[in-house]
């Protein structure tokens, strides 16, 4: 038996409602065996980030390289980051074993305003990282401060998809989460076809770590042998059952239910 194997780059969320914690649920419950190397730890619940604590260069790079020297991956995706210096290192390691399938979420701001990547490290991500990339994931206001342009219409997303593929990124998801439309409309552009990905907003509070979920469930597919349209597919019923079945839990912004997608495929 061959098993799919998916890593993820990314801070570790103490509530285990976002970063590897909701990454590792993902995979799991996609069929992909998940590893990890953590960038930094955040002491964080559905309240907020309370705490910050990176993890020095070197124990992120042994981190990848414990992967890299003996396990290998099928797809990676990369999460909060931080700092320009860890951009820097983690694409230099992905570029050195060669990785492929590469799912980037540009995390620049947690739910409830928390910094999780200084402002210095936007330019290697965009000079080191995009052109790594297979699929950026950005939500609306990070995909504004990577093309810096304001995005208000549909249109405006569309332009600002190209212009990331022209950063070198292979396919871009522009999330539609932060919009106040009526329907949460993902836009996915591969170069060549531009889709509208559709689903009814869904009336909650309990948001936290959507798109870290998201982005996983894209890591889990693509390791698993799918095309990225269906691996985006994929994921979009996934968070959309993980949120419609949101599990309640945490005075503030909750997190989603990580069983939901595979529940309902049981019924
Ligand atoms: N209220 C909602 N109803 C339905 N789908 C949603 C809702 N909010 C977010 N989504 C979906 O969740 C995914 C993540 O979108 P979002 O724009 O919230 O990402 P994000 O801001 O990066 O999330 P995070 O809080 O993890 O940083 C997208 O596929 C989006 O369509
Ligand atoms: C560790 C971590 N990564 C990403 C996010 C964004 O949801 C978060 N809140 N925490």
């Known amino acids: 038996m061959t098993i799919s194997k998916a890593l993820t780059i990314a801070g570790s969320d103490s509530g285990g409602g976002a970063g590897i914690q ?6 799991q419950e996609l069929g992909a065996y998940g590893m990890s190397a953590i960038t930094a730890v ?3 619940n559905t309240l907020g980030v309370h705490g910050v604590y990176p993890v020095s260069i070197e124990g992120i790079v042994q981190q990848i390289d414990a992967i890299g020297e003996d396990l290998g991956t099928d797809a990676l995706k990369t999460g909060m980051l931080f700092s320009g210096e860890v951009i820097e290192a983690v694409s230099e390691r992905i570029h050195h074993y060669g990785w492929e399938n590469i ?6 701001i947690a739910k409830g ?3 999780l990547l200084q402002d210095e490290a936007i330019r290697a991500l965009k000079e080191k990282l995009l052109p790594l990339t297979s699929v950026i994931t950005p939500n609306i206001p990070e995909a504004e401060v990577l093309t810096e342009m304001k995005i208000s219409s549909l249109d405006d997303r569309r332009k600002a998809a ?4 022209g950063m070198g990124a292979k396919a871009v998801v522009i999330k539609g989460g932060h919009a106040d439309d009526k329907e949460v409309i993902d836009l996915f552009f591969d170069g060549t076809t531009c889709e509208e990905l559709m689903s009814p907003r869904i009336e909650t509070l309990h948001t936290h770590g959507t798109g870290c979920t998201f982005s996983a469930a894209i890591t889990a597919q693509l390791a698993n042998g799918m095309t990225m ?3 985006v597919l994929t994921a979009k019923e996934f968070i959309r059952a993980a949120i419609e079945d949101g599990l309640g839990i945490g005075g503030g912004h909750g997190p989603t ?3 939901a997608y595979n529940k309902r495929g049981e019924k």
């Open 22 to 27: 909701a990454d590792l649920k993902t995979f």
């Open 42 to 44: 955040t002491a964080q």
């Open 103 to 108: 799912v980037v979420d540009p995390v620049m």
């Open 113 to 115: 305003g928390a910094k």
């Open 162 to 165: 190209k212009q990331l593929m």
């Open 229 to 231: 349209r269906d691996a």
């Open 257 to 259: 239910n990580h069983w």
